[in-house]
């Protein structure tokens, strides 16, 4: 009777797991290998609390970071019919939500692209000075 519960257990973890990686598409990740080493909470569990926090958004990106001298996925959801983005930051060590707030598409466009906080490059120097 105990190998039969257990049994239906494992049935049951691996249809909701299997529904819930069928109900978001794939979605662009920035996680460096050596901030993932670091992170307690895997970035399966981070999405799910980022999707619990916007029932209605789809997860376009996520980025590991070290932000504030703590170790955060940043989550960036769209919903349908809203303009801008839903980003939830999500702490990689206790899996606690620490900031959720709307971007308007302005605000997300100023934003450095994920993994890269490179600045441009400074205008060219004038012809004749070297």
Not at 1 to 18: K, S
Not at 19 to 24: H, V
């Amino acid at each position: 009777m105990r190998l039969t519960m257990h049994a239906g257990l494992t049935v049951a973890a691996v249809v909701l797991l299997g529904g819930t990686a069928r109900a978001q598409a794939s979605y662009k990740k920035a996680i460096p290998d050596s901030l993932a080493k670091q992170a307690k909470i895997s970035e399966e569990a981070a999405a799910t609390t980022a999707r619990k926090r916007v029932p209605k958004g789809v997860i376009q990106a996520v980025e590991l970071e070290r932000e504030n001298k703590k170790l955060i996925y940043s989550y960036e959801l769209k919903v349908p019919g809203r303009s801008g983005v839903e980003e939830v930051n999500i702490d990689a060590v206790s899996g606690k939500i620490l900031a959720a707030e709307h971007e308007s598409p302005a605000a997300e466009k100023a934003e450095p692209p994920p993994g890269g906080t490179e600045s441009a490059p400074g205008p060219a120097p004038a012809p004749g000075h070297h």
